[in-house]
């Protein structure tokens, strides 16, 4: 059976028809891949699939790290758990509860990875969607002089594990941080993406403080205005990748006593982001 690629929104996103998870063939996975890198984000509507067959997706796009926090809802050392489910009055996943702004995954770190590969598995009847911005398109719509204005600036990321909002980042010396461009280019399109963020970005190198606070508001206003944004409500069963690199995403809030439980890959990549 061919897959099929229909766009989700107006921005980004597309859903995928006609795979068959368990059985992916080689040009599957070049179909999947071009698909990504034209939207951004690819969602498969589906049955609850093996950890085997979640790894074995998330290889179609790049080599697999292991992840940071090992869980016992989980038997391969590529699989992260998130998760609200407590034993003991212990969490058995990571990011378990609320609300979490927008932000890309590990722009602390000198190399962020590439892409991130979610299935899930319980999902609360209400809340928890997971909202995906355009940083490509936000880009694009830039007024010329602003993306002059932004041409070599760089910016300091940060991060404190856990925290879900900037404004209760506690930040030690000790804390992950790492310089990247403010605009970045994505090598296999050679398309400009924003590379900052409301969570993680905290302050434009090069401008006094005032000015690079309000310049980070600004843009990160831009960025998520609803039209560069799709919102996906998780059904159990649902696979979704996303392009780390262009895109930033965040997740709304939800009854906390309701079980939230996906498994997660993480594709890693092996260059900075460059200009």
Known sequence: ????????????????????????????ARALYQAWLKHHVLVIHGPRISEDQLVDFGKCFGVLENARKQSVLASRPEIMVISNIRENGQTVGSLPDGELTFHFDRIHQKIPNKAGVLHAIDIPTA??????????????????????????????????????????????????????????TIPETGRKALFICRLMTDRINGLPEEESRALLTQLCDHAENPRFVYSHRWQPGDI?????????????????????????????DNTPPMH
């Open 1 to 28: 059976m061919t897959i099929a690629i229909t766009p989700l929104h107006a921005a980004l996103g597309a859903g995928v028809t006609g795979l068959d998870v368990a059985h992916i063939r080689p040009d599957d």
């Open 127 to 184: 809340g928890g969607d997971t909202s995906f911005a355009n940083m490509t398109m936000a880009y694009d719509t830039l007024p010329d002089a602003m993306k002059k204005r932004l041409e070599g600036l760089t910016a300091l990321n940060t991060y404190e594990y856990g925290q879900t909002h900037t404004e209760n980042k506690k930040l030690s010396d000790a804390a992950p941080n790492a310089i990247h461009p403010v605009v970045r």
């Open 240 to 268: 979704l990748i996303w392009d780390n690199r262009c895109t930033i995403h965040a997740r709304a809030d939800f009854d906390g006593s309701q079980r939230r439980l996906l498994k997660r890959v993480t594709v890693g």
